[in-house]
């Protein structure tokens, strides 16, 4: 039996263990985040940048708890974590809060969650255990293919079916990105491609009439100005009229005269650009980039394959979030409704972002850590 004194020294040396550096290029992007909500509501801080700043709060001790749980019993819970989190998909239909025309919101404690979020996180992580877990007899095509394809595939599908498809689509390029990280040949991914490729005509058959026009919309925006297409051509007013220097701190035309849309959620890098313009749009994806390579340094340093897996899945993810905003608001991408990590207003996409970072830090801490073989599903 561990004493109290023992506990609190141990709690102690982990959090001096804790990379602080990237803790504060987090506090950066959530600074400037509270800052370009603050200008999104014409100076209401009462109003998006307090709830903002109380959700930071709640996803910093979120952070640390996570991050200082023995990461044996994150390692021995995994697959329950991820079923727990399942569950939660299911029952949305039935417990469900409906908004906009989806449900994928649960009401807890006055808190709407979105399952969604969470299960991006999940998942790499039952996919980090089974990964782990797997002899080197067994790595066969079922084991190595298959059975991790089937586990990956039920949350994508319980998403799309919320409709969700920017989260399912999350979901689904985080599963993939951990099928690259353990090595799976490369020879499986081009077949998967000229797979998605040619069935792209039976999925289309699938998608709901909205959807549709998205597709139609990212290739053409011009061809409904004020209806699909307004989102996106009014995200590439205001960013180019931004230029390299940007009109300034809450002077941008496009969103403070409301011809942006969504400016507070999606499309606040947009309203970014335009009020900093290159250069500051520059500074910040400079900012995502460094956590992104420090997150990837920190992966690195980790023994257990868990751990690595993990860990470089967080990472993965947290890129795919940055690609996906940045891509949909400049048009490189078909809008999807994917926020922009600690920029964005959004309580459930921080608490599931936090989440992550702090599994990987809970790896960086354990990194010399070993986890025992076996487990497997």
């Known amino acids: 039996m561990y004493s109290e004194n023992s506990i609190e020294k141990n709690i102690f040396v ?27 509501s014409n100076g209401d801080f009462s109003s998006w940048p307090m709830k903002h700043f109380q959700r930071f709060i709640m996803s910093i001790i979120l952070f640390f708890f996570v991050a200082l749980i023995d990461i044996r019993i994150i390692f021995k819970f995994a697959y329950l974590i991820f079923f727990l989190s399942i569950l939660s998909l299911v029952i949305i239909p039935f417990v469900g ?20 979020e969470f299960v991006k996180y999940t998942l790499i992580l039952a996919l980090a255990k089974y990964f782990h877990s797997i002899h080197n007899e067994d790595h066969t095509f079922l084991n190595r293919l298959i059975i991790p394809g089937a586990i990956s595939i039920i949350p994508v599908l319980l998403v799309a079916s919320q409709p969700d ?10 599963a993939i990105s951990i099928f690259w990280i353990v090595g799976l040949s490369y020879k499986f991914f081009v077949a998967g491609g000229i797979i998605v490729i040619t069935s792209l005509p039976i999925f289309w058959q699938f998608l709901k009439g909205y959807q549709k026009e998205r597709v139609f919309t990212f290739f053409n ?4 100005p004020l209806g699909n297409g307004y989102h996106i051509l009014q995200s590439k007013i205001a960013l180019g009229s931004g230029g390299i220097f940007g009109k300034g701190y809450m002077e941008g035309t496009q ?20 009020e900093f313009g290159f250069l500051g749009s520059l500074v910040l994806i400079l900012v995502y980039a460094s956590i992104i390579g420090l997150s990837i340094s920190l992966a690195l340093t980790c023994r257990s394959l868990f751990s690595k897996y993990l860990a470089l899945g967080v990472c993965t993810v947290f890129f795919i979030y940055i690609f996906v905003n940045i891509g949909m608001v400049t ?18 996409s921080m608490l599931a972002v936090m989440f992550g970072f702090g599994l990987l830090m809970n790896c960086y801490i354990h990194q010399n850590t070993i986890l025992q073989k076996g487990g497997n599903i």
């Open 97 to 116: 809060v409906e908004s906009n025309g989806a449900t994928r919101w649960i009401n807890i404690l006055g808190l709407s969650i979105q399952p969604s």
């Open 14 to 40: 982990k959090l001096l263990s804790i990379n602080y550096v990237l803790l504060i290029l987090i506090i950066v992007l959530f600074t400037i985040g509270i800052f370009a909500l603050f200008s999104a």
């Open 255 to 274: 969103s403070h005269l409301n011809f942006l849309p969504e400016m507070q959620t999606d499309f606040i890098f947009t309203m970014f650009g335009e």
């Open 331 to 348: 048009g490189l991408l078909p809008v999807v409704g994917v926020p922009l990590p600690f920029i964005s207003y959004g309580g459930s």
């Open 221 to 224: 925006p011009e061809r409904d």
């Open 165 to 174: 498809l920017g989260t399912a689509l999350i979901i689904l390029l985080g």
